[in-house]
T-cell receptor, first 116, second 112 residues
């Protein structure tokens, strides 16, 4: 199946710092990518939809100035958690649909963010 | 009303039994349906996709779709302890710009 690569897999940072997470589609072009957050034993929560060449669409309640999304190319989207605080600690997952494969949605391996 | 609903479980079955996971959805124009498996601490992994009414089989997995009833299910035959995970049902529709909607997941435990 299609491959979506996400880095880093784990990051620990101090409160107040910013963290960038990268999501790459390795063998297909992704005009759209989705960013999710998941707390332990809870379901996926869609944060935003990243669109190549245009502004991201954020879900209600997600601060766009805190979670900066950039989708500068057809294979790369980044999520930057700015001025991270302990409550931002979570599992962040990106995904991308491969429209050439009947729009199947493929996920990156996730990033576990821990803010001290 | 949630777009996609699943019984959160937990569902426990003995090894070798059939596990049946169910999902209902609310949007009648939904076009594509997916089942994902998610192990604890890992990201979801696509295991089945189905697009038309009926059954689709892949190894020990069978997906069943009934669009009239807005119902999609996943059967796991000969369940193994390694099947213990959370199973997510996902539905996509193109009428609102290619949206994917996920259920909250069903936790499955296969008891050796």
């Amino acid at each position: 199946g299609a491959v979506v690569s996400q880095h880093p897999s784990r990051v620990i940072c101090k409160s107040g710092t910013s963290v960038k997470i990268e999501c790459r589609s390795l063998d297909f072009q992704a005009t759209t990518m989705f960013w999710y957050r998941q707390f332990p034993k809870q379901s996926l929560m869609l944060m935003a939809t990243s669109n190549e060449g245009s502004k991201a669409t954020y879900e209600q309640g997600v601060e766009k100035d805190k979670f900066l999304i950039n989708h500068a190319s057809l294979t790369l989207s980044t999520l930057t958690v700015t001025s991270a605080h302990p409550e931002d600690s979570s599992f962040y997952i990106c995904s991308a649909p491969d429209w050439a494969k009947n729009e199947k949605l493929f996920f990156g391996s996730g990033t576990q963010l821990s803010v001290l | 009303q949630k777009e996609v609903e699943q019984n959160s479980g937990p569902l426990s079955v003995p090894e070798g039994a059939i596990a049946s996971l169910n999902c209902t959805y609310s949007d009648r124009v939904s076009q594509s349906f997916f089942w994902y498996r998610q192990y604890s601490g890992k990201s979801p992994e696509l295991i089945m996709s189905i697009y038309s009414n009926g059954d689709k089989e892949d190894g020990r997995f069978t997906a069943q779709l009934n669009k009239a009833s807005q119902y999609v299910s996943l059967l796991i035959r000969d369940s193994q302890p390694s099947d213990s995970a959370t199973y997510l049902c996902a539905v996509s529709t193109t009428n609102t710009g290619n949206q994917f909607y996920f259920g909250t997941g069903t936790s499955l435990t296969v008891i050796p």
